[in-house]
């Protein structure tokens, strides 16, 4: 469970919301609105105050790398520091599996960064954090670049993670996607968080 | 030995009349370069006629109070220059401390240990010791240190997406940063390694010729040349260590966080 109290930084007012363990929360709002400020404050990317815990454990009892291990974020445009794919992987033999069941084959591991296409990247991305076991996944807009056959493939990837017991906060523009994973909505607008009943 | 011929001003105005063919020819090619030229020249007199005398008097008195604040005065400049040249700067006292004590602590260190270890001057701030090896030190030191620093602003200010998506994976500041810390302590030495190499071939240095002219025996000034090559050579890549790993932890925070919010826009 991911449990947030007053967390706040600029450009976000004080917001509050609970992520049950297992379930899919979503974020909804406008481009500029602050769902990246919002993910990026919850990472501890960028400066913010406020109480963030998993499963009742406070974030100011982790240091930041286990921080970071145990809540994973999925930036929109993931960045990559090195040449070879492999190289971002800590665990090599860790991603595999999840590699096949999300439709890449593990030999793209020796390819080149600049060799793999936009929809690739985004998926290897989701790899190497879902390699790390994170309790709970902030991902913004995880799908975006990808083809239908392959979104599905990714939803069931992530209905795995949620049976699993994993909570995820999901950025999505896609209606229906989050209608398919999430029970609970959170929007987002000019930096203030509203729960939104289900429709 | 005594071979020292003195110069004249008249001699020196001769010389200096080269600069004005140079001006000639750039106002007939209208080149824009002759106030340039004109500012520049003129600067480099006055500054030299006054650090002249400003030794002369160093010389003559031989205290170490007045050797301190000449000593830090070279530094205060030297610092500057390194700041003029960044373009992204550290916001705050970090910009303007930053090259001028890496600059102080590395100089300082490899001048001192000179002075009391391997020339043995007596008194060890011997003004007349201590104030030319300094200058030399610290004017190499600074291309090194202004050059890493600059590198490592730029890089980490592209490589942003890079660098977070080493956080986000659970390294900590100091291993993501590291390959771009590596750049920047690679560039900021390769002057002085470039200069260690070439010194002898391709160029010689003008310490060493300015002693030869002045009567000095070649071996000999070869010797001090080199004394002061190893001093440059260790002050540089202290130095610029100094400055690099300062400002990689300046850059990050006690939450492993990337902090370019620390620098400057360029203007």
Redesign the interface.
């Given at each position: 469970m991911l449990s947030v109290k007053n967390l706040q930084r600029p450009g976000l007012a004080p917001c509050s919301f609970t992520v049950p363990t297992g379930t899919c929360t979503a974020l909804t709002g406008p481009s500029g609105s602050g769902k990246t400020l919002l993910l990026r404050a919850l990472?501890?990317?960028?400066?913010n105050t406020g109480c963030v815990a998993v499963d009742d454990q406070e974030r100011a009892t982790y240091?930041?790398?286990?921080w970071?291990?145990c809540v994973?974020?999925l930036?929109a445009?993931?960045?990559?520091?090195a040449d070879k794919i492999s190289d971002?992987f800590?665990d090599v033999k860790a991603a595999e599996p999840i590699l096949n069941s999300i439709g890449l084959k593990p030999d793209i591991l020796d390819q080149y960064v600049e060799t793999a296409s936009t929809g690739e990247r985004q998926r290897l991305?989701l790899v190497?954090?879902l390699a790390?076991e994170p309790r709970v996944l902030l991902l913004d807009e995880p799908t975006a670049a990808l083809d239908d056959a392959t979104v599905e493939t990714v939803e069931r990837l992530l209905t795995d993670q949620l049976s699993k017991g994993t909570s995820i906060l999901l950025v999505s523009h896609d209606q229906d996607q989050a209608n398919r994973l999430c029970r609970q909505w959170l929007t987002i607008k000019n930096g203030q968080v509203r729960e939104k009943k289900i429709p | 030995m005594n071979s020292y011929i003195a110069l004249s001003y008249f001699d020196l105005m001769i010389a200096a009349s080269l600069l004005l063919i140079n001006g000639a020819l750039s106002i007939w090619l209208k080149l824009g370069l002759e106030r340039q030229y004109l500012i520049a020249a003129a600067r480099m007199v006055v500054q030299l006629v006054l650090v002249g005398l400003v030794l002369k008097f160093l010389f003559a008195t031989t205290t170490p109070w007045w050797t301190l604040l000449a000593a830090v005065t070279m530094g205060g400049f030297a610092g500057r220059e390194i700041m003029a040249r960044q373009e992204r700067r550290f916001t705050g006292w970090w910009g303007h401390g930053l090259g001028f004590g890496t600059m102080m602590i590395a100089g300082s260190l490899v001048t001192v240990l000179a002075l009391t270890i391997t020339i043995q001057a007596s008194p060890w701030y011997d003004p007349r010791f201590a104030l030319p090896l300094f200058g030399m030190v610290l004017g190499n030191a600074m291309t090194g240190i202004a050059l890493g620093l600059n590198t490592l602003t730029a890089t980490v200010t592209r490589e942003r997406p890079a660098i977070e998506a080493q956080l986000l994976l659970g390294a900590t500041g100091w291993q993501a940063m590291l390959p771009f810390t590596r750049r920047a302590l690679t560039n900021g030495l390769m002057p002085i390694i470039n200069s260690m190499a070439a010194t002898g071939v391709v160029s010689l240095p003008g310490m060493m010729t300015g002693q030869i002219l002045a009567g000095v025996d070649p071996t000999e000034a070869v010797k001090y040349q080199l004394l002061v090559m190893f001093l440059i050579g260790g002050a540089t890549g202290l130095g610029v260590m100094l400055a690099i790993f300062g400002s990689v932890r300046r850059l990050m925070d006690h939450r492993h966080r990337l902090r370019l919010d620390r620098l400057q826009r360029p203007a």
């Open positions: 990472i501890d990317l960028d400066e240091a930041a790398p286990d970071r291990r994973g974020y930036p445009e993931p960045g990559w520091w971002h800590v991305a190497r954090l790390m | -």
